[in-house]
């Protein structure tokens, strides 16, 4: 009777590890808890006779499972990011860089970097998905979306503030009456660096980031498509003058 008591209590851990496994946010210690599930199905096996079933799922359905699982977490937990070889140094950098990895860390995420050496290549590898992002201090603009940056875009405010200045001193005028003053508020100064991103995820993830550091922008892949077909073309013609 008493060992039947540690067959059921033995055979309780299965449904109880499972459910730890589903629930489990850390990727990592949902490995470590599969390789426990793992070594408590073998046991359970063993106890009921079945040897070979017991032994078949220790090495191939606990370890086996396990390494190629492990692998595939580290390469699809990590963030590539591109950026340019004359950026990778510097203060403001270094201080993005930690940024990034702070918000990251709270998803799992690891940060890779890629170093380019020029803003084509930068868009190139974009296109052909070996990195998830760009990093660069300068706006890299696409052909199918506005060729304005961050700056352009205040610099329209701007313009814009100063057009509604003159129709007030314009009215003003007109109406005999005394000048107002009128208060301006000068547009904040741009960040120091742009992320663009394909993935829709990691711009979420990314959102994080104090705006005073990096602006941002989702790049997708109706764009993608088109820079790479942009880039086939320039290659198309500068063969064809080559010949």
């Known amino acids: 009777m008493a060992e039947d008591l540690y067959v059921v209590a033995i055979t309780a851990l299965l449904p109880l590890t499972a459910c730890m496994v589903v629930f489990q946010v850390n990727p990592y210690h949902a490995l470590v808890i599969r390789g426990i599930l793992g070594a408590v199905a073998a046991l359970v096996y063993a106890l009921f006779g079945a040897a070979d079933v017991a032994l078949t799922e220790a090495l191939v359905g606990t370890m086996l499972s396990i390494t190629l699982y492990a692998v595939a977490v580290r390469s699809s937990l990590t963030m590539r990011v591109g950026i340019l070889e004359s950026e990778l140094s510097g203060e403001s950098s270094e201080q993005l860089f930690s940024a990034l990895r702070k918000t990251l860390s ?138």
């Open 106 to 243: 709270k998803y799992h995420l690891r940060l890779e970097k890629r170093p380019y050496t020029n803003a084509q290549a930068l868009q190139a590898a974009l296109s052909a998905k070996e990195i998830h992002t760009i990093l660069s201090e300068q706006w890299i603009a696409w052909e199918s979306l506005p060729s304005t940056s961050p700056e352009g875009v205040s610099e329209k405010m701007v313009g814009e503030t100063k057009k509604q200045t003159r129709r007030r001193g314009d009215a003003g005028t007109r109406r005999m009456e005394m000048p107002t003053k009128i208060s301006f508020t000068p547009p904040e100064e741009p960040p120091p660096y742009h992320i663009q991103t394909r993935i829709q995820r990691l711009y979420e993830i990314l959102a994080e980031i104090p705006p005073t550091l990096a602006s941002l922008t989702y790049i997708n892949s109706e764009t993608l498509n088109q820079s790479e077909v942009n880039h086939e073309k320039r290659r198309e013609v500068y063969l064809g003058s080559a010949e």
